[in-house]
T-cell receptor, first 115, second 120 residues
Framework: GNSVTQMEGPVTLSEEAFLTINCTYTATGYPSLFWYVQYPGEGLQLLLKATKADDKGSNKGFEATYRKETTSFHLEKGSVQVSDSAVYFC??????????????FGTGTKLQVIP | EPEVTQTPSHQVTQMGQEVILRCVPISNHLYFYWYRQILGQKVEFLVSFYNNEISEKSEIFDDQFSVERPDGSNFTLKIRSTKLEDSAMYFCASWHYRDSGRAFRFNEQFFGPGTRLTVL
């Protein structure tokens, strides 16, 4: 079956530091890949997505590139802010012609940014 | 921008009681989902629903759970007799699948803000 593996947290960084959260996946075919963010006490928000190999998703200074050869979708940001403190979930959704496509999530990585 | 809404935001119930969690998906979406997140753990798929029937369900979705689309807008998750381990955040999601010629095109699932269920 499909699975997503992401680095364990928590990750603690100083403000303006560089962020990388690793994510690798196992899936058949060509899944779509996502990063969701969950701020304290809130629900899931889509941060960025990529639907095919070599696509780069980006939003709010975050980026992730769909690497089919390494089955990876690492999240990066050049300079984190305190407001980026949240839990980040890597996720995938299979691409098929059947219709419904449940999302498979990783375990989440908690990011804490300190001033 | 259209969004998925869920009510209530927080539900507290006694063990053994029935609860109904409500969701209003985005109006032109065709597929509906429930996910669960036990505190501090990952988000898990519960069930998908299309054309007024369950499309897929996980092993978590046992006989205590049921889903329904009672009218054209609401999508509900019912837990008949809640257990302590049902305490979690429950997320509703919806999705609209579009077939554009040979290229299957779709948008990502849109998630609601969640209902936090606390079973005492």
């Amino acid at each position: 079956g499909n699975s997503v593996t992401q680095m364990e947290g928590p990750v603690t960084l100083s403000e303006e530091a560089f962020l990388t959260i690793n994510c690798t996946y196992t899936a058949t075919g060509y899944p779509s890949l996502f990063w969701y963010v969950q701020y304290p006490g809130e629900g899931l928000q889509l941060l960025l997505k990529a639907t095919k190999a070599d696509d780069k998703g980006s939003n709010k200074g975050f980026e992730a590139t769909y690497r089919k050869e390494t089955t990876s979708f690492h999240l990066e940001k050049g300079s984190v802010q305190v407001s980026d403190s949240a839990v980040y979930f890597c996720a995938l959704s299979p691409m098929n012609s059947g219709g419904y496509q449940k999302v498979t999530f990783g375990t989440g990585t908690k990011l804490q940014v300190i001033p | 921008e259209p969004e998925v809404t869920q009510t209530p935001s927080h539900q507290v119930t006694q063990m053994g009681q029935e609860v109904i969690l409500r969701c209003v998906p985005i109006s032109n979406h065709l597929y509906f989902y429930w996910y669960r997140q036990i505190l501090g753990q990952k988000v898990e798929f519960l069930v998908s629903f299309y054309n007024n029937e369950i499309s897929e369900k996980s092993e978590i979705f046992d006989d205590q759970f049921s889903v329904e689309r009672p009218d054209g807008s609401n999508f509900t998750l019912k837990i008949r007799s809640t257990k302590l381990e049902d305490s979690a955040m429950y997320f509703c999601a919806s999705w609209h699948y579009r077939d554009s010629g040979r290229a299957f095109r779709f948008n990502e699932q849109f998630f609601g803000p969640g209902t936090r269920l606390t079973v005492l």
